[in-house]
C-alpha cells in the first residue's frame, strides 16, 4: 500500500504471535488485490479493464459500495475516482488498520494500537498519540490522547499537495494537513476517508462539517502554520496540553 505497517501490543498471549502471522497474511493479500503501486492487483487490473467487477474478489465490491456511501456522506468530497483512476486507496489504509485490529481482539488482546501510515487505531489505553507537523518534519503539530480511539491525518508531509478536490479536478491547497480523531464505534477506514474529504473541503468547509458529526474531532494546520480545531478537539489532548486551546469553531 506504499507505506509502513506498526503493531504495538501491550498485553501479549499465547496466541498473539500467531495473530501477528495472520494480520502480516492479510495485509498481504489485501495489498495484492487492491494496490495501485502495483500493475498486477486487481484494482488495477479492473482500472484497465482486463478485469471485471463481477470476476474480482468480493471484497472489491464490498470497498467500492463503501467508497460511495463515503462519497454520499461528504457531498462527493471523497470519491473511489480521484483524478479519474480508479483508487479507493482513502478507503482501503484505513479498512486494513481496522482488519488488523480484529484479528488482534480475536486473539485475546485488549490493549493495543495498530498504525499504518499515520492511520491509528487503539483499544484500552490509555495511548498518547503524536500528531507530525506538515511542515517541519522533526516537530509535532500535537499529542492526543484517549482510549479506543481512530486518529486519522491527511496532509501533505508524506506525499506532498497529493489530495485532489473532486468537483474541481485541481490538487486541494487550503490546508497544510487535517487531523480527524473519532471515538468508538466509528472505525478508523470511515475517519481515515472522512480525513481525506474534508481536506479535499478546505479549511472553513471542513471545520464546520466535522462539528456537524457527533463523536469527531478536527485539528486543521494551515500552510502558513496556524491551527485551528473543532470545539471538542481540547478533550483529547493530555492533562499537559496547552491550556489555551479554547473552542475556534461552533458546533
Known amino acids: 500500500m506504499g507505506t509502513v505497517f506498526s503493531i504495538a501490543v501491550r ?10 502471522r495472520r494480520i502480516a497474511e492479510r495485509l498481504h493479500r489485501i495489498d495484492a488485490v487492491f494496490s495501485t503501486y502495483r500493475p498486477d492487483s486487481e484494482i488495477s487490473r479492473l482500472d484497465r ?4 467487477l463481477a470476476d474480482c474478489d468480493p471484497e472489491v465490491r464490498t470497498v467500492l459500495d463503501a467508497c460511495r456511501e ?14 479519474g483512476r480508479l483508487d479507493p486507496s482513502g478507503w482501503v489504509k484505513g479498512w486494513a488498520v481496522e482488519e488488523a485490529a480484529r484479528l488482534l481482539h480475536a486473539a485475546g488482546a ?3 494500537c495498530v498504525n499504518g501510515g499515520g492511520d491509528v487505531q487503539t483499544a484500552g489505553g490509555p495511548w498518547r498519540i503524536g500528531i507530525a507537523h506538515p511542515g517541519q518534519p522533526d516537530r509535532l503539530s500535537a499529542v492526543l490522547a484517549g ?3 481512530a486518529v486519522a491525518t491527511s496532509g501533505t508531509a508524506e506525499r506532498g499537495a497529493h489530495i485532489l478536490d473532486p468537483h474541481t479536478g485541481r490538487t486541494a491547497h487550503g490546508l497544510a494537513s487535517l487531523t480527524l480523531v473519532a471515538a468508538p464505534g466509528t472505525g478508523i477506514a470511515r475517519t481515515d ?15 464546520a462539517w466535522v462539528a456537524r458529526r457527533p463523536g469527531v474531532e478536527a485539528l486543521a494546520v494551515l500552510p502558513d502554520g496556524s491551527k485551528r480545531w473543532t470545539s471538542g ?7 499537559s496540553g496547552p491550556a489555551d486551546w479554547q473552542p475556534t469553531v461552533a458546533s
Open 49 to 52: 479493464g482486463e478485469l471485471a
Open 11 to 20: 498485553d501479549p498471549g499465547p496466541d498473539t504471535p500467531a495473530a501477528l
Open 110 to 112: 485488549r490493549q493495543f
Open 233 to 239: 478537539l481540547p478533550g483529547h489532548l493530555p492533562p
Open 193 to 207: 476517508a472522512w480525513a481525506t474529504a474534508a481536506f479535499a473541503m478546505g479549511p472553513d468547509r471542513a471545520l
Open 147 to 149: 482510549h479506543d480511539l
Open 70 to 83: 463515503v462519497a454520499a456522506e461528504t457531498d462527493g468530497y471523497f470519491t473511489e475516482r480521484p483524478g
